[in-house]
């Protein structure tokens, strides 16, 4: 393999995760000044729809596949989860904790994924290979580690934020911190949950991605679907509506950015490193959203770290690294072999014919 096309595909994923950092920051910005989860997914999704509708009408035109009610089902479903779900509970998980500390949930999605797999046959374990035992403790390593961000907060490290919180009293402060343990417990909760819908996006995305193989029209679809849903829960829920007046240039530039380039290009762009690469390997850039976020969440929120969130994040990593180390070594014991022939022969987006 040539160097540009090894480096493309990393340079593209990191710059795209970065993208993510900075939308997740912009987020939490918001999201403390009380803007509604839900209305921040329906902004969001329309602005997507709208960016990527006509780009995806002239590069996509001539080579898309006819619309099916199969194709338009599995859209809607894909909407309903990658969007709708996925970015109101992130959203919601990341209202009652930290940037940081949402963006470690994500680094769960590879095991979840795998452990999803598993019941459709998607998966192949052999706990009698090296493989197979690194799938088996790489999981077990993830877990422990969500389990520990979940249930474990740990000593303060480092200084808290000198801010507008000056001394308040002993009972205040306890009231304040059971509070914010309570809450925790919560995020951390709606969080695991928004790692499960997109471990089964993944699962549907990659047979959308053969059913309807156009990166643009089928993220396109996804935000259109995706408005209309977020927007009937929205009308049911924040029936107020002030509620959906952006009052301020941090609001208004969070939900254009996020549709944009966050739904916009990083899913196109997520959707092209899967087609060079593969997913594990877009997977094992994914931790390098927590570090992106970590420095912005420490040195612009002044966001608290505790010790417990250190060592979850940590032990994510590991296991997330051991199990994708068994999944790369089982694919090279296995090359070929177990992958699944179909005979519906589709065609891509570039006009080539594909099994």
């Not at 900075?22 to 989860?37: A, C, E, F, H, Y």
């Not at 808290?160 to 304040?176: E, I, L, V």
């Not at 995020?187 to 047979?207: D, E, N």
């Amino acid at each position: 393999m040539n160097s540009p096309g090894l480096w493309k595909p990393v340079v593209v994923i990191v710059v795209v995760y970065f993208a993510f950092a900075i939308v997740n920051v912009l987020n939490k910005k918001i999201l403390d000044k009380g803007v509604s989860p839900l209305i921040v997914v329906t902004y969001r999704q329309a602005i997507s729809c709208v960016f990527l509708a006509p780009l995806a009408y002239f590069w996509e035109r001539r080579s898309r596949p006819n619309l099916t009610s199969s194709i338009l089902c599995h859209l809607f479903l894909s909407a309903l989860l990658g969007a709708t779900l996925l970015q109101y509970t992130f959203l919601v998980g990341l209202g009652y904790t930290s940037a940081t500390f949402s963006c470690a949930f994500t680094n769960m999605v590879p095991a979840i994924t795998f452990m999803l797999s598993l019941p459709f046959g998607l998966e192949k374990l052999n706990i009698k290979t090296n493989a197979g035992r690194a799938k088996i403790i790489g999981t077990l390593i993830t877990v422990a580690g969500a389990m520990i961000l979940t249930f474990y907060k740990g000593m303060p490290l480092g200084r808290p934020y000198r801010g507008a919180t000056a001394a308040k009293g002993n009972q205040g402060n306890m009231m304040d911190s059971t509070k914010k343990t309570k809450n925790l417990t919560f995020g951390s909760l709606v969080l695991t949950a928004s790692s499960i819908v997109l471990s089964c996006w993944y699962l549907l995305q990659a047979r959308i991605g053969k059913m309807y193989p156009c990166p643009y029209s089928s993220t396109a679809f996804m935000s259109f679907f995706a408005t209309f849903q977020s927007s009937i829960l929205s009308l049911i829920i924040e029936r107020d509506f002030s509620n959906w007046v952006l009052k301020g240039k941090l609001e208004i530039f969070t939900v254009t950015y996020a549709g944009i380039v966050a739904t916009g290009l990083c899913f196109v762009g997520i959707s092209w490193c899967v087609k060079q690469k593969g997913p594990l390997f877009t997977a094992a850039f994914n931790p390098t959203v927590q570090i992106f976020v970590a420095i912005f969440d420490f040195s612009i929120l002044h966001a608290q770290i505790y010790f417990g969130s250190v060592l979850g994040c940590v032990l994510i990593v590991i296991g997330l690294y051991v199990l994708l180390w068994g999944k790369a070594r089982s694919e090279t014991e296995q090359p070929v072999l177990n992958q699944p022939q179909t005979t519906e022969e589709t065609e891509d987006c570039n006009g080539r014919s594909q099994l």
